[in-house]
């Protein structure tokens, strides 16, 4: 359907660049490799999920070795723009053997190193120090430079001193951050054999949680999900003015709630909704932009939130299912807010819906996908009765692949005869296309962890070494020399740090550093309610994704744009407002989180609607018609008065940006214009 979409509006498929991929495509035996390993690991990872869960080493060590392998394949040391040559394949087949070692020793010596715990042998420090190696390597090549020379950093960090080999960060640094240091054995022995390195808690959730999810949203996405929530956000809103745009940011929110990933979330509606956003009218800058942050509201969407649900349940102790439901309303607003931005620059630029003939209906669009919400309402069920969540993933996979099977044999025996008397295909046929299908969402799955994990296990070498060298009470002590005290200056010191750890980590991995840095302060020191503060940091780690110079949402939305990436990572970081005045409403209003007497949470959501709504309009200068100056700043002190944790303050400036705000709707009726509410 939405390719006729397409067609009509003179966009061919050929037009649509592909999204981008860093992998390289291997020679055929490197990718039967990668394919038997992707499917042993998603084996093992449905056994240990459904069937008979593993001793917390045994589970971590061998999924880590699985990833390392597959990593080692699918990226080679030459990089996507040079032929390897022998030299190259003899290097990745020794990170390849260096791989297994350092998955598998733990696994098969286990019994050995728990009853020589404290006297590790030479063997178990020097298979720690190629784990170390081999990670770090792994993490050059899949996630990037950046989080691997930060992981070095600290590793010297942890090194220096009189007992350490060389007298580098440590001793050089001032004040309460020098230290005494660590020789390598203590070392490997953090990172190596113990429960706060590699194989600590961020590690432990990636193998656990986040890959039987991350299989899920795989197996969805090769059995036709992601199109079919594509042509239902079309559906529904297509023929609103920027309706594309609109798609786009409602089939975001859908297909984040299932990948949890910004980039996968890019790709997948991109190609669709940005030559649309185009031929529409909006600018390719613009268009990209709009995708990029709305396809960043994936990783703060229930119920996957990337990893971050998982984590910031197992570091909270807060049930997964709890985290779930009071992450709607905020993903809600942070939506609302990208909505409003498409919709303003829609009534700007006087643009127009796509027409009802280019536009499938919302009941064909359910009649051919309604099997699709079957899983995501297994999922929401099984949750609801307090399962584990591995549990419930590894029940929510299967839930899947029993509807693709019922759905493709009720389609294969009402499949007509052709106009040329052709049969429906043979059993066998269609068999062997469900069991290529099966294995080619084995293969996503595993390349769609790759990231994850092994950004994880560098957290964990971040989180290890700052337990060892006590950097995070440091880190607590500094925050509150710099902020004064004042939770206001406290949380900007935290915005910009985690701006500048995103422009070397992932998303995942900034969270796991900023939540042992800042957490404890922001917790005990500001009295911060811990749930919040660990919402707070998750969705301030989210900006690296959108704000230059390092937006990787923003460049790869420009690649399908054909735009230029920073002038599109401007864009997205404007439209992505929401993830800095949303988490101010969480810690100036913390009843829309942790709940209290009805008519406070329903006060504390009108507050946050309203002062959302208020700084998209002071920020576009424009709600249903121009805004005047004057009326702007005085709706951006109504949106901080709903920000205060002061009555009287909100109370005004929720009433004063009503009013204002309906000032303007008034004038833009009087001038008979398109009114922003009815869309």
Not at 74 to 85: A, H, I, M
Not at 405 to 419: E, N, T
Request: proline fraction near 6%.
């Amino acid at each position: 359907m939405l390719r006729s979409i397409f067609r009509q509006k003179g966009v061919l498929a050929a037009d649509i660049p592909p999204p981008a991929n860093t992998a390289v495509e291997r020679p055929w035996p490197i990718r039967l490799a990668v394919i038997i390993l992707s499917v042993a690991l998603v084996l093992f990872q449905l056994y240990t999920a459904g069937i008979n869960p593993l001793g917390l080493f045994y589970q971590r060590s061998i999924h880590l070795g699985f990833i390392l392998m597959i990593a080692f394949l699918v990226f080679p040391v030459t990089g996507s723009n040079r032929k390897q040559g022998p030299i190259g394949a003899l290097i990745d087949t020794v990170f390849f053997a260096l791989a297994v070692i350092s998955g598998f020793y733990i696994a098969f010596f286990l019994n050995d190193i728990i009853d020589r715990a404290g006297f590790w042998s030479s063997t178990d420090v020097t298979v720690g120090v190629i784990a170390v190696i081999t990670l770090l390597e792994a993490s050059r090549r899949v996630v990037g430079k950046g989080i691997t020379i930060i992981g070095i950093v600290f590793i010297i960090y942890a090194m220096a001193g009189s007992n350490g080999p060389l007298p580098w960060l440590g001793d050089l640094m001032p004040g309460i951050l020098n230290h005494r240091g660590y020789p390598i054995d203590r070392l490997a022995a953090q990172l190596y054999l113990g429960q706060e390195g590699i194989f600590g808690l961020p590690l432990g959730v990636a193998a656990t949680y986040v890959f039987i999810f991350v299989l899920f949203g795989a197996v969805l996405e090769v059995t036709g999900a992601g199109h079919f929530f594509i042509e239902l956000a079309y559906a529904a809103t297509g023929r609103r003015r920027g309706g594309p745009a609109k798609a786009a940011v409602v089939a975001s929110t859908a297909m984040g709630s299932i990948s949890g990933s910004t980039i996968a979330n890019v790709v997948t509606t991109g190609p669709f909704t940005i030559p649309l956003m185009k031929r529409l009218g909006y600018k390719p800058a613009q268009a990209g932009g709009i995708e990029a942050a709305a396809s960043t509201g994936g990783q703060i969407t229930p119920p996957l939130m990337g990893a971050g649900a998982f984590l910031i349940a197992e570091y909270t102790g807060v049930p997964y299912l709890h985290i779930v439901l009071v992450s709607i309303f905020p993903a809600f607003l942070y939506f609302l807010t990208v909505y409003l931005f498409v919709h303003i620059i829609a009534i700007k630029q006087n643009m127009k819906g796509m027409s009802a003939s280019e536009l499938p209906s919302v009941r064909e669009v359910m009649k051919n996908g309604w099997h699709f919400m079957v899983p995501l309402a297994v999922l929401m069920y099984l949750l609801v009765l307090g399962i584990s969540p591995m549990r419930v993933g590894f029940w929510a996979v299967v839930s899947v692949l029993i509807v693709a099977v019922l759905k493709g044999s009720y389609d294969w025996l009402r499949f007509a005869p052709r106009a040329d008397g052709t049969a429906r295909p043979p059993i066998v046929e269609a068999l062997k296309l469900g069991g290529l299908k099966l294995v080619e969402a084995c293969e996503v799955g595993a390349r769609n962890a790759l990231t994850v994990t092994i950004a994880c296990a560098i957290g964990g070498i971040i989180v290890g070494i700052i337990g060892l060298t006590g950097l995070g009470l440091k880190f607590t002590s500094m925050m509150l020399a710099f902020s004064g005290g004042h939770v206001l200056l406290a949380l900007l010191l935290v915005l910009v740090a985690s701006l500048i750890l995103g422009f070397g980590l992932p998303v995942t991995a900034a969270y796991i550093v900023l939540i042992i840095l800042v957490g404890p302060a922001l917790n005990q020191e500001f009295g911060i309610p811990l749930l919040i503060v660990h919402l707070v940091v998750f969705w301030y780690s989210q900006d690296s994704n959108v704000t230059p110079p390092v937006a990787l949402a923003g460049f790869a939305a420009a690649a399908i744009a054909r735009s230029g990436p920073m002038e599109t990572s401007v864009q997205a970081w404007k439209f992505a407002k929401g993830l800095y005045i949303i988490p101010m409403f969480m810690v100036f209003n913390p009843e829309i989180i942790l709940g209290g007497p009805l008519l406070v949470v329903l006060w504390n959501g009108a507050l946050a609607l309203v002062g959302t709504v208020a700084f998209v309009a002071v920020l576009e200068g424009f709600f249903q018609t121009r805004m005047h100056i004057i009326l702007r700043i005085l709706l951006c002190l109504g949106g901080i008065g709903c920000l205060s944790p002061y009555p009287v303050a909100e109370i005004v400036g929720f009433l004063g940006s009503i009013a204002i705000l309906g000032h303007n709707a008034w004038m833009a009726r009087r001038d008979d214009r398109a009114g922003l509410l009815t869309a």
